[in-house]
């Protein structure tokens, strides 16, 4: 036996001298010291051994084993070290290369416009609130005084869910969210995206954006949006912007508005960016409908309120003077870096 471990030994001193990768070592590990490995095999045969030599034989076993181990480790952390090397010399980083640029973003001049106007109406102490943008029919027309058989639900029209879940066509949705929830006085804007079942062109989009805002408290008065809706558009497009409120119809709003605001490219005289009018249209307006009040269950003897509707994309297409609203929503980015 003493023999036989002997010559184990040094055929696995031989194995371990010749390999040159890790894995075969690995291999020559498992042949001799592995569970089913020769070493093993022959400390079965340990039971043949007479008992007074056992002891004697045990140790030859454990100065064997010990002996392959460690060759084996030596072996090893050699191997390790070559390849190591190897690698260093194979992933070698040019540190003199120029680096590559990174691609950094911009905003969306939807993005600026809309910072632009929040900051404004922040400044004002408006709260900036959020509503779904997947919406009850209710809210969306119904609580805003439009029912049914309305004909503005023909010039909404947008996409159904089902009959009664519809994608909102308005951000005024949000005013009745915030007008049920009771907390008054109210003052905010809640901007987000609407849908319309509108063809794609210059300055038509299916999905575009819309600021809402909407002022409750006792005593509000026309005043009051003529001179807060005044106030933004000065701060929005300069100290020397006239607005113009023009009669209009909304069925949520009596009186209802336009606002208009003195162009800021001709001061007024007339060019190509206002069409040669001297006013741009910018917003929709007006007080609070007192039908709209009532289905909401706010108390019209003590308050009142004005509303208003700011479609984004025109701010947007106005101040950076952009003339198609589709560049808008191409993601090109040759475009968007120049804002
Ligand atoms: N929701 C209107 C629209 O989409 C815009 C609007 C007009 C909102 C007047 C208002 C308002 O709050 O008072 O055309």
Same mark, same amino acid.
């Not at 045969?45 to 051994?49: I, R």
């Not at 089902?162 to 005024?172: A, G």
């Given at each position: 036996m003493k023999a036989k471990l002997q010559e184990i030994k040094e055929r696995a001193l031989a194995q371990i001298n010749s390999v040159d990768t890790l894995e075969q070592l690995n291999d020559i590990r498992v042949a001799f010291?592995?569970?089913?490995g020769e070493l093993t095999e022959v400390l079965k045969?340990? #039971?043949? @051994?007479a008992p007074e030599d056992r002891p004697m034989v045990g140790q030859i076993v454990n100065e064997t084993r010990q002996a392959i181990e460690e060759v084996l480790e030596n072996a090893k952390s050699e191997l390790s070290a070559k390849a190591r090397e190897a690698q260093m010399t194979a992933e070698?980083?040019?540190?003199t290369l120029p680096a590559k640029k990174a691609n950094v973003g911009h905003s969306h001049p939807n993005t600026l416009a809309l910072e632009e106007v929040k900051k404004i109406f922040i400044g004002m102490g408006y709260e900036v609130v959020e509503g779904p943008e997947v919406e009850y029919d209710y809210y969306n027309f119904e609580a805003l005084?439009?029912?049914?058989?309305?004909?503005a639900k023909d010039e909404q029209d947008t996409f159904y869910i089902?009959? #009664?879940? @519809?994608?909102?066509?308005?951000?005024?949705s949000v005013q009745v969210h915030e007008m049920e929830r009771g907390k008054l006085p109210l003052r905010m804007i809640s901007p987000g995206r609407v849908y319309r079942s509108d063809e794609v062109d210059a300055t038509h989009s299916p999905c575009f954006h819309q600021v809402e805002g909407l002022v409750i408290d006792e005593g509000i008065t026309f005043a009051d949006l003529k001179g807060t809706l005044a106030e933004f558009a000065k701060e929005l497009f300069g100290p020397e912007t006239k607005v113009k409120f023009r009669p209009h119809h909304f069925p949520?709003?009596?009186p209802s508005a336009e606002m208009d605001v003195s162009c800021f490219k001709c001061g007024g005289k007339g060019c190509r960016m206002c069409k040669g009018e001297g006013w741009i249209e910018i917003l929709g307006c007006g007080m609070v409908h007192p039908h709209v009040f009532e289905m909401s269950g706010i108390d019209q003897d003590k308050y009142t309120g004005f509303a208003f509707g700011i479609g984004l994309e025109r701010i947007a297409l106005l101040k950076y003077e952009i003339?198609?609203?589709r560049l808008l929503y191409e993601n090109d980015t040759r475009f968007l870096k120049q804002f």
């Open positions: 010291l592995g569970k089913k045969g340990m #039971k043949d @051994v070698v980083i040019d540190v005084n439009i029912p049914a058989n309305h004909p089902n009959d #009664k879940i @519809v994608l909102r066509t308005q951000t005024s949520f709003t009596e003339d198609d609203m």
